[in-house]
């Protein structure tokens, strides 16, 4: 299906008090939080390969 006749494909102008970022920017920012989520864990003993294998502090209790 064709697009009407005229339309374009056009960046909507934002309010003075809204921002966007480009994707990439976006990409960014989740990234960043991420490793930020990581070392936060790491520092509270959380490692994140115990985490993934399951073999966190929980799990590891109930086996003893």
Avoid at 25 to 31: F, P, T, V, Y
Avoid at 48 to 56: A, D, K, M, P, Q
Wanted: aromatic content about 4%.
């Amino acid at each position: 299906m064709s697009r009407p006749k005229g339309s374009k494909n056009r960046l909507q102008k934002l309010p003075a008090e809204q921002f966007s970022y480009t994707t990439e920017q976006r990409l960014d920012l989740i990234a960043d939080f991420i490793v930020e989520k990581i070392l936060e864990d790491q520092r509270n003993g959380k490692h994140l390969i115990h985490v993934l294998e399951g073999t966190h502090a929980t799990t590891a209790n109930q086996s003893t």
